[in-house]
Structure formats: C-alpha cells, structure tokens
C-alpha cells in the first residue's frame, strides 16, 4: 500500500510563501512523473504542477512563475516552493502521480492565505 504524507501548509499573509513536501513510501518513485493538486472550497481538485523522472516541470497558468515543482528521488520526495501567494491559492493541497491513482490520495495539506 502506497502512502503519501504532505506536509508544509499553514496560514500565510497575501504575498507569502510556503514550501509543501510530500513524502512517498513507494520504491517505484525515481520513474514516476509526480504531481501537486489542489482542491479550492467548493471546487474540484485541480493539477497544479507536474514534474517527470528526469525533472521536466509543468504548471498551471495561474501559477506560472509563482510556484516551482521539484524533487528529490533518494528521499523519495516532491516539493512545491510557493511565493507570491494569492487569496485563490487558498485550498487543500495534495500530491499524487500525474495521472492519480485513487488509492494513493493522502490527507493533503491546508494552505490559507489571508491577511
């Protein structure tokens, strides 16, 4: 059984920055392209960025040139490095592979921003 534990969240002011870690268990983890999510209150859970095994990143307009997607394979980790931060980046940020697989979601972690 896959787990993965996000942690990094928290309250911020607009302008801010947090940086979210999510941990993986499994040993496949070098050769999957990995994502972050995040679900808005009263949306649907949104891809924000993506990153594959060689490190090619993607992200959402909204959060192009704000947030960086990064990874490190030996500990079995991705990272989202946020500045900049908005009162719309409020939300539950989870991580997951770039097409998710339902069982791997975590608890995700909450990111408000708000003065």
């Known amino acids: 059984q896959v787990q993965l534990v996000e942690s990094g969240g928290g309250l911020v002011q607009p302008g801010g920055s947090l940086r979210l870690s999510c941990a993986a268990s499994t040993t496949t983890f070098s050769g999957i392209t990995m994502g972050w999510y995040r679900r808005a209150p009263g949306k649907q859970r949104e891809l924000v960025a993506a990153?594959?095994?060689?490190?090619?990143?993607n992200y959402v307009d909204s959060v192009k040139g704000r947030f960086t997607i990064s990874r490190d394979n030996a500990k079995k980790t991705v990272y989202l490095q946020m500045n900049s931060l908005k009162p719309a980046d409020t939300a539950v940020y989870y991580c997951?592979?770039?097409?998710?697989?339902?069982?791997?979601w975590g608890q995700g972690t909450q990111v408000t921003v708000s003065s």
């Open positions: 997951n592979k770039y097409l998710p697989t339902e069982s791997w």
């Open positions: 990153i594959t095994n060689t490190g090619l990143t």
